[in-house]
């Protein structure tokens, strides 16, 4: 059950401004996850995301 995907969206009406939305392999269903920042939505993406291949030969790899 692999992360494959994600999206910070605008939730203007809720307790915190933004959310994420995980997208999983297969069948499972998406989850969200409310957030105070767009960067704090992408943070928490990166970290849930596979890395890139390569990844290790890479320089700077989503450097914040």
């Known amino acids: 059950m692999g992360v494959i995907g994600g999206r910070v969206v605008q939730t203007p009406r809720a307790e915190k401004p933004y959310k994420v939305v995980l997208e999983h392999e297969g069948n499972v269903a998406d ?3 409310p957030v ?3 960067r704090e ?3 928490l993406i990166r970290r ?3 890395a890139p291949p390569g990844r290790d030969e890479m320089r ?3 450097a914040c």
């Open 31 to 33: 989850s969200e996850h």
């Open 60 to 62: 700077e790899w989503n």
């Open 41 to 43: 939505g992408e943070m």
């Open 48 to 50: 849930h995301s596979p």
């Open 36 to 38: 105070s920042t767009v």
